[in-house]
């Protein structure tokens, strides 16, 4: 088990503003398995690493849809 630092621990409302969309976007995205977080109690935290790999796994969709010349 590892310690995560106080630092690394994000709620949604930081989330939100690092992805530049609604609180309820991120929440909807962790209800769905999309964006990895835990509760505590009934509120949603996230690991800055998760969400890097969030969006890092973006691009590269992204990258993949687009089409080759």
């Known amino acids: 088990m590892s310690i995560v630092a106080t630092d690394d621990i994000l709620e949604p ?3 939100a503003q690092r992805l ?3 609180v309820r976007t991120v929440t909807r ?3 769905n398995g999309e964006l ?3 509760k505590v109690g009934d ?3 996230f690991q ?3 969400l890097e790999a969030y969006i ?3 691009k590269r969709k ?3 849809e687009k089409p080759h010349p």
């Open 13 to 15: 409302k930081e989330v």
């Open 29 to 31: 995205l962790a209800e």
């Open 43 to 45: 509120r949603w935290r």
């Open 36 to 38: 990895i977080g835990f």
């Open 20 to 22: 530049r969309v609604s």
């Open 56 to 58: 890092e796994s973006q």
């Open 62 to 64: 992204r990258q993949q």
């Open 48 to 50: 800055r690493s998760d």
